[in-house]
């Protein structure tokens, strides 16, 4: 168990609508990070955010949005969904905003039909 | 883009021998990482080796780091069934920004 928690594990949904991943970080870690990952683009960055600031971006697409909030846990949020945004969504933790070793959940499987 | 490049893209092995898989990167970097995947699940941290380290080895595994030829390699010794499983190797670029970018991984079968 890595310490970051991610709900929820399976979603599906339809073209069009919205849905929100939610991601915990471990303990302490103040970096949470957004990774994307589908059989056809493999392991894509999407963003990091540290201590509540969005610190870096990455391949997210402008219907995508993330935050973190004061007590660090994050959201990401996924609009006006297309079937290529099928994927699964991992978020990871860092203790600091350095290149430190990145903690990853288990993922939530975003499906839309 | 992916600034990693693993090689085999698949391996498949018996028990007890060794797997060996190579990683190739584009720029500089300021670590490059390994890491573990199985099956669609989340992604479980093995090695980080930094730029000025050459090798580095954790129980049944040893990583190598060529920064002049810009590749990496990751050695699974005596290997068990346990460790099938999909590998990746990430970079961390001397950027401000620390986020890593994956190769398309390495798929490694154990036979029994």
Redesign the interface.
């Known amino acids: 168990d890595?310490g970051?928690t991610q709900t929820p594990k399976h979603l599906i949904t339809a073209t069009g609508q919205r849905v929100t991943l939610r991601c915990s970080p471990r303990s302490g870690d103040l970096?949470v990070?957004w990774?994307q990952q589908s059989l056809d683009q493999?392991?894509?960055?999407l963003i990091?955010y540290y201590n509540g600031e969005e610190?870096?971006k990455?391949n997210i697409l402008e219907r995508f949005s993330a935050q973190q909030f004061p007590d660090l846990h994050s959201e990401l949020n996924l609009s006006s969904l297309e079937l290529g945004d099928s994927a699964?969504y991992?978020c990871?933790s860092?203790a600091g905003?350095?290149?430190?070793?990145?903690?990853?959940?288990?993922?939530t499987?975003l499906s839309v039909l | 883009s992916q600034q990693g490049e693993e090689d085999p893209q698949a391996l498949s092995i018996q028990e007890g021998e060794n797997a060996t898989m190579n990683c190739s990167y584009k720029t500089s970097i300021n670590n490059l990482q390994w890491y573990r995947q199985n099956s669609g699940r989340g992604l479980v941290h093995l090695i980080l080796i930094r730029s000025n380290e050459r090798e580095k080895h954790s129980g049944r595994l040893r990583v190598t780091l060529d920064t002049s030829k810009k590749s990496s390699s990751l050695l699974i010794t005596a290997s068990r069934a346990a460790d099938t499983a999909s590998y990746f190797c990430a970079t961390v670029l001397r950027t401000n920004d620390y986020k890593l970018s994956f190769g398309a991984g390495t798929t490694v079968t154990v036979r029994a």
């Open positions: 890595s970051v970096s990070y990774y493999g392991l894509q960055f990091q610190r870096a990455g699964l991992f990871a860092s905003g350095g290149p430190d070793i990145q903690y990853f959940g288990a993922g499987r």
